[in-house]
């Protein structure tokens, strides 16, 4: 929130004033029309607006029996879209980060016909936990980290959205034994 200071200004709005764009200089109805970054990177009918699930911090677990449980991964998010013939991962940003898991995109495109999955890229350390560090310097292509990916959830399958559905019938309709699943290029 800006406090009161000699620039401040009462009554009026900022739009109508300075309608254009602070970043492109541009008035919304310029830019109305046009598709978004992932609205291209999405181009046949597969729906745009999917979101990786997030950890959500609690102190203690929900209690009962209709509760599946994950463990907190330290890694990167990713929403894994697969067709034939091609495979993007994309962060939950939008970035399409496909280029710097390569080993990970050209294993993923076993998986037949078209999909997007929710997963998470991590490198595991010599004890089996992901290790942050490692996963960075994955990306520099060190050579001492090997990246696999955690598939967690079947968010649409060969035409049919699947959100809606509980989770139990999307793991099934993928087949359970993928749920833990780990990919290793």
Wanted: proline share 6%.
């Amino acid at each position: 929130m800006k406090n009161r200071d000699r620039y401040s200004v009462s009554g009026g709005s900022i739009l109508d004033e300075k309608p254009a764009s602070v970043k492109t200089h541009r008035r919304i109805e310029d830019i109305g029309g046009e598709k978004t970054k992932k609205e291209k990177q999405w181009p046949d009918s597969m729906p745009t607006d999917f979101r990786p699930q997030l950890a959500t911090w609690t102190a203690h677990p929900p209690a009962g029996e209709d509760w599946l449980h994950e463990v907190k991964l330290d890694g990167y998010r990713l929403l894994i879209r697969v067709q034939p013939g091609k495979v993007q991962l994309i962060t939950r940003g939008g970035e399409d980060w496909t280029h710097r898991f390569p080993r990970l995109a050209k294993e993923l495109a076993h998986i037949p016909g078209r999909a997007v999955l929710d997963g998470e890229v991590v490198v595991l350390d010599e004890q089996g936990r992901s290790h942050f560090q490692l996963l960075q310097n994955a990306w520099k292509n060190d050579g001492k980290a090997d990246p696999v990916i955690f598939l967690f959830d079947l968010l649409y399958r060969d035409g049919k959205d699947l959100r809606d559905e509980p989770l139990i019938e999307r793991e099934s309709s993928f087949g359970r034994s993928w749920r833990n699943w780990i990919s290793r290029a």
